[in-house]
């Protein structure tokens, strides 16, 4: 049983931990004067900084939550460690060799479950590194080449690669004295029907470090499409590892962040690398999941977010159809930022990592200085979907863009939104436009039980969409692996009924099917957690209902049912298109004929290709 750690020790690691480098680890802090600083409490949400730090005592404290403490209180709180966790931490931080008391010091043994787990990864950081030069791992070499990246470059973010070997993880970890217990709590190794075996296998590694550098998890790339399993597999949730608050090159981009008051949010790991590559060192991802609250947490106290500050964040997206609907989620944070926040979007779709391979590093650059921001992306692209040419499209992409303006809380910027809205519809009236977002304002604000109640959509279970609709949903929360990146494609207007298209959302926000993995107990239990009370039956009745498909054939069916799925919002936009060529005069006209009759075919041929695909189940 470990010891009580000496007072004389306890004391050296408050010495060597300088409470002003530790707080500046994880919130950026401002001289306040008189010998303090400054920063946004990382312990409860504010706007004006009010978390003061007094560098010559060694305390902190936060004059709006009331807490405060030295730097060894500061670790326990923010990594929920005990007192002895929190002082091996910042042993292990210092270089501090720590005595224990009542039975002495025997290395290793009683270091707190959160350092052994940390030393765990550390250790496999390494073992995967060491493994990229071997000859089997030429295919992860070749990926890395391919998308523009040198083994100087690898070095510099730990990428490494996992042999494709059941155990050569867990021989090599177990040899230096950790436990097989340790490997599966920590998301390393999987249990076995003979001891653990490695959970990432034949994949190229990146390592996933927290804010101050230590490695809790790893993202892991598949390099035979042949083989099973998702194309990215990230580590589970663990002690280390809570992927709603992990951003992936935060401990690299950290304090770029901070001195730039930038942040450009990525969606992939060699997107990152390409950015900070490219000089733009201010790139991070999430990491299996969507951009969420607790990454704008982190964001926030880098950037120290607040009245009157410059800061900005950019996202940046595919300019895919999927790529928007990526943006205009991202939209539904952006208020949760004091800073502004931009978007870019790349016209030819190509990501950072593809658009530094085709076009070089000063292209990378460009597309970050290009950004535009996100209300008038929002904006600009819910109009799209519409026809302005005639009075009735124009109507209704006013009604379908007037939400969005009508949510922008900074009144002075949701007026000017409106009028920049009535001039990119063409309406030249204010007023009107103005009294159109008033009135959606007021119905948003009132109570729901006040709202004229609307017709409401009743499940139609011998509807062939509607049945379709609630196939492709048991799919999603039963085998989510056998959808992948498409059902995330399909966007929640491809489902005709409320819960349906609440649940869709419920699955997107947790991450998508395309990072489940398998599913199973923990994925249904992370829909059932992120579920408001009126969705957790929805939940729970898809979690248990019967597929329609036979186990062999599950693969095949889930892409059928897709492709079903596609088929119907394919048919719709070909009847909307067909409206439009009836009134627009093909002599008068004949460009813009031309151009419909183009799509026209264009979306005959999609209507044929999915036809094909959906006759599969």
């Not at 510099?156 to 950790?178: D, K, N, Q, T």
């Not at 920049?420 to 119905?443: H, K, M, P, Q, Y």
């Not at 069916?557 to 067909?578: D, F, G, N, P």
Request: aromatic share 8%.
């Amino acid at each position: 049983m470990a010891g009580r750690i000496s007072d004389e020790d306890i004391a050296l690691v408050r010495e060597r931990s300088p409470i002003a480098d530790i707080v500046g680890e994880h919130i950026q802090l401002r001289n306040a004067g008189g010998g303090n600083l400054k920063g946004l409490c990382p312990f409860h949400e504010e706007k004006s900084p009010s978390f003061n730090v007094t560098p010559t005592r060694g305390y902190w404290y936060c004059f709006g939550c009331a807490e405060g403490g030295d730097v060894i209180t500061f670790v326990r709180r923010l990594e929920h460690l005990s007192f002895g966790e929190a002082v091996e931490r910042l042993a292990n931080r210092a270089g501090v060799q720590l005595r224990y008391e009542q039975g002495g010091y025997v290395p290793g043994r009683e270091q707190g479950e959160r350092i052994r787990l940390i030393e765990a990864h550390k250790a496999a950081a390494e073992f995967y590194v060491s493994k990229l030069s071997a000859p089997d791992a030429a295919i992860g070499r070749r990926f890395l080449s391919e998308r523009g990246f040198e083994r100087v470059d690898a070095e510099r973010f730990g990428v490494g690669y996992a042999p494709a070997e059941w155990e050569a993880l867990s021989r090599h970890l177990m040899a230096r004295g950790f436990t097989s217990a340790e490997l599966i709590k920590g998301g390393l190794a999987k249990e076995g029907r003979r001891g653990p075996i490695d959970r990432f296998r034949g994949r190229l590694v990146w390592p996933i470090r927290d804010i101050t550098g230590d490695v809790i998890g790893f993202g892991a790339r598949k390099l035979n499409d042949a083989e099973d399993g998702p194309k990215y597999l990230n580590t589970p949730e663990s002690p280390l590892y809570k992927k709603s608050e992990v951003l992936y090159g935060v401990d690299l981009a950290k304090r770029e962040i901070s001195k730039r008051s930038q942040a450009v949010i990525v969606e992939g790991y060699t997107d990152v690398m390409a950015c900070h590559l490219s000089g733009v060192p201010t790139a991070v991802a999430t990491c299996g999941t969507a951009f969420g609250e607790e990454h704008i947490k982190v964001l926030r106290r880098l950037l120290l977010d607040q009245s009157g500050s410059h800061g900005e964040v950019v996202f940046t997206f595919d300019g895919d159809a999927a790529g928007q609907k990526a943006a205009l989620r991202a939209f539904a944070d952006e208020q949760k930022f004091v800073t502004q926040t931009f978007v870019a979007v790349q016209a030819d779709g190509l990501d950072p990592c593809d658009l530094r391979v085709r076009q070089g590093e000063a292209a990378v650059r460009d597309l970050i200085a290009g950004r535009e921001p996100l209300f008038a992306f929002a904006i600009r692209s819910v109009i799209s979907r519409y026809d302005v040419s005639t009075n009735e499209g124009r109507l209704s992409a006013l009604d379908a863009a007037a939400p969005i303006v009508a949510g922008i809380k900074d009144r002075s910027l949701r007026q000017l939104y409106a009028v920049d809205l009535d001039r990119w519809l063409g309406f030249n009236n204010e007023r009107f436009v103005l009294d159109r977002i008033t009135e959606v304002s007021a119905a948003a604000a009132q109570p729901r039980a006040q709202r004229p109640a609307g017709p409401r959509k009743v499940a139609d279970l011998t509807d062939p969409g509607v049945r379709t609709e609630a196939e492709v949903l048991r799919l999603a929360v039963q085998r989510p692996a056998l959808l992948g990146p498409g059902f995330e494609a399909l966007g929640a207007e491809a489902f005709t009924l409320p819960e349906h298209a609440a649940l869709y959302r419920l699955i997107v926000g947790s991450g998508g099917t395309a990072t489940a993995g398998q599913g199973g107990r923990e994925w249904v239990d992370l829909l059932l957690s992120g579920a408001e009370d009126s969705l957790r039956g929805v939940v729970t009745r898809f979690a248990v209902e019967e597929l329609r498909a036979d186990l062999a054939s599950e693969e095949r069916y889930a892409s059928a049912m897709l492709a079903a799925l596609e088929l119907v919002s394919v048919a719709r936009a070909i009847e909307q298109l067909k409206s439009r060529m009836q009134r627009t005069n093909p002599v008068d006209e004949q460009q813009e004929y031309n151009r419909l009759f183009g799509e026209l075919v264009a979306l005959e041929q999609q209507r044929r290709v999915l036809k094909d695909r959906a006759a599969g189940s």
